[in-house]
């Protein structure tokens, strides 16, 4: 009798362990979390069509992790113009048992979509979040831009100015940007091609995101934003970031077309025991640093968003203390990262020392830099437009430079809200 009770209850706990085995082993608690998710946003719905489609090709020449249940996952959000039609894909790159690159199509976007958006962006990686929850994030973003610039700014100062485009966030009620009317930025074809956040040149307009709703669009936390566009290493965007991802890497002047090293950079976010943005931006430098003549032309750097509040404190007390100084300052006297008439990015220490701040001030501020800037370095020149003697790794607005409608809207940024630096 009790043996045939024993046998029983084996015979239950058995059926019972078959059952979790099981469920275990088809339900959701085989699927592991992956370790690192790459996203890379192209937005080449514009002249760069042809250099982001090379980037992509590039990217799959490099290191592309195998397809494996909590392994690294590589994705690429592509919107460029082809011959058969325009609509973004969402696809995803690994190799498979053999070593081929597998190029996986997910998601498949609407004609017309704009790429160029915030609305856009937020829901790409919201489906990313959704369908790869992962330990870590981390974005490329590839187009054109214009740093912290309203939409339409860049070419259109005089009219912006003049009151034609009286608000500060040019948004239908749907949430999707309205176009500005589009101009090509001033080029002489002798020169590389520059990208100049992201941009779609639809005909005779163009489709711009702003800096705050970019960074608002961000749905999740990520680990690092690498921004393959022109213009945006400034103060501004960083400090404007500083709560949606840890590193920020960017160009304080334009980048040349080619931009990043694609075939690389996957090894320093991939295969480190972290990912090191930095050395993408090492990468970057040391490529172009290379060459000669103009094509010898970058700045970079990759900050550490942990320091920005110090050097927010240190910066909105000497701006307070120098605020007469900054109003008045010579431009031809500080360092500046633009070409032709486009002057809204200058060197932030140069600002500061030209505005006159003391060498103990200086030293504070430098500690200040040092505390979030992980890697920098500028060449000797560039484009043949101008020297780089001061390379602080931020560029930044210098307020005797700037109309009055710009800094009406340079005052909703963050950077200004806790520095004071246009009042």
């Not at 024993?6 to 088809?26: D, G, H, P, Q, Y």
């Not at 956040?197 to 163009?206: H, K, L, P, T, Y």
């Not at 705050?212 to 669009?217: G, I, K, S």
């Not at 100084?325 to 008439?341: H, I, N, T, W």
Request: glycine letters at 8%; aromatic letters at 14%.
């Amino acid at each position: 009798m009790y043996r045939h009770i024993i046998n029983r209850l084996i015979a239950a706990v058995l059926t019972v362990s078959v059952l979790c085995s099981c469920e275990k082993w088809f339900g959701k608690e085989e699927v592991k979390d992956s370790d690192d998710v790459l996203l890379l946003y192209s937005a080449g719905y514009n002249s760069l069509s042809s250099f982001l489609k090379g980037d992509f090709n590039d990217l799959k020449k490099g290191y592309v992790p195998p397809k494996e249940n909590g392994g690294d996952v590589l994705l690429a959000y592509m919107h460029v113009k082809n011959s058969d039609g325009s609509r973004p894909v969402l696809m995803r790159l690994y190799k498979d048992k053999d070593g081929a690159v597998v190029t996986d199509t997910l998601k498949v976007y609407e004609e017309g979509t704009v790429s160029a958006s915030s609305v856009q962006l937020g829901q790409v990686l919201g489906y990313v979040r959704d369908n790869f929850p992962a330990k870590k994030y981390g974005m490329i973003f590839s187009s054109h831009a214009t740093g912290w610039l309203p939409a339409g700014y860049y070419t259109h100062e005089e009219e912006y100015e003049n009151g034609e485009f009286p608000e500060a966030r040019l948004f239908s009620a749907s949430g999707y940007p309205q176009p500005v009317p589009y101009r090509a930025p001033e080029y002489d074809p002798s020169h590389p091609l520059t990208k100049s956040i992201g941009q779609d040149a639809v005909g005779a307009m163009s489709y711009e995101i702003e800096l705050a709703d970019f960074a608002a669009a961000i749905p999740i936390h990520l680990e690092y934003i690498l921004f393959d566009a022109c213009l945006m290493g400034g103060i501004e965007v960083a400090y404007q970031l500083r709560n949606v991802c840890d590193k920020v890497g960017f160009s304080q002047a334009e980048v040349l077309a080619e931009g990043f090293d694609y075939t690389t950079l996957t090894n320093h976010l991939f295969l480190m025991d972290e990912p090191a943005p930095e050395k993408v931006c090492e990468d970057y430098f040391e490529y172009y640093d290379a060459l000669s003549g103009i094509e010898r032309s970058a700045t970079v750097s990759c900050i550490d968003c942990g320091g920005l509040d110090r050097l927010a404190q240190v910066c909105g007390e000497l701006f307070s203390s120098y605020s007469d100084r900054l109003e008045s300052l010579d431009p031809g006297k500080v360092q500046r990262y633009y070409r032709s008439s486009y002057h809204w990015f200058y060197d932030l220490e140069s600002i500061l020392t030209e505005a006159g701040v003391t060498p103990t001030e200086l030293v504070e501020l430098q500690y200040a830099l040092d505390g979030c800037v992980l890697y920098k370095a500028a060449t000797p020149s560039f484009m043949g437009s101008f020297r780089i003697d001061t390379f602080s790794g931020f560029s930044m607005f210098l307020p005797s430079d700037g109309g009055e409608r710009l800094k009406q809207f340079y005052r909703t940024l963050d950077w200004n809200k806790a520095t004071g630096l246009v009042k």
